[in-house]
């Protein structure tokens, strides 16, 4: 304790500067290098960056659950109901508004699937073709033949 009250303030500031200049970044480098820097900072076995990436796109979505899907929308639906109750609004039919919006739901994914599997069915007449003018044959009507492709599909069933 003595030493440290003998400097002088020069004396002080050199030692600071002796420290922070040349001392502090040699223990900064071998903790590196022991340690193996800021990439394992955050590691282990319960860490985020150890987790691979999701595949976008490759995988269909899970098919929905009706009765997870009913519950959740009446759930939404009351809720909603309860705020406009509290604001003086007129109530909302909880039930008769889930029976339509599930209708309505049902009805849109339905029509979706049916247009992706009309477009890839035709994708697949369209490569017929350019198969058949190759070969020197007489091209489809597509569109014909897009709908009794569609047909059989629907008819195997």
Do not use: C, H
């Not at 109530?91 to 049916?114: H, I, M, N, P, Q």
């Not at 020197?136 to 009794?148: F, H």
């Amino acid at each position: 304790m003595d030493f440290v009250l003998a400097l002088t303030a020069v004396q002080k500031g050199a030692a600071v500067l002796a420290f922070t200049g040349l001392i502090a970044p040699v223990i900064g480098f071998a903790l590196k290098r022991a340690a193996g820097g800021w990439g394992s900072y955050g590691g282990g076995p319960f860490s985020i960056l150890s987790e691979a990436p999701a595949r976008r796109g490759s995988d269909p979505a899970p098919p929905l659950d009706p009765a997870i899907q009913a519950a959740e929308v009446r759930q939404l639906l009351t809720a909603k109901a309860e705020r406009q109750r509290r604001r003086g609004e007129p109530g909302l039919d909880v039930e008769a508004e889930t029976a339509r919006l599930l209708a309505e739901a049902k009805e849109a994914g339905a029509s979706a699937a049916d247009e992706e599997l009309r477009a890839e069915v035709r994708q697949l007449v369209v490569i017929r073709n350019e198969r058949r003018r190759r070969q020197g044959l007489e091209p489809l009507d597509v569109e014909a033949e897009t709908e009794r492709e569609l047909a059989d599909l629907i008819g195997s069933r």
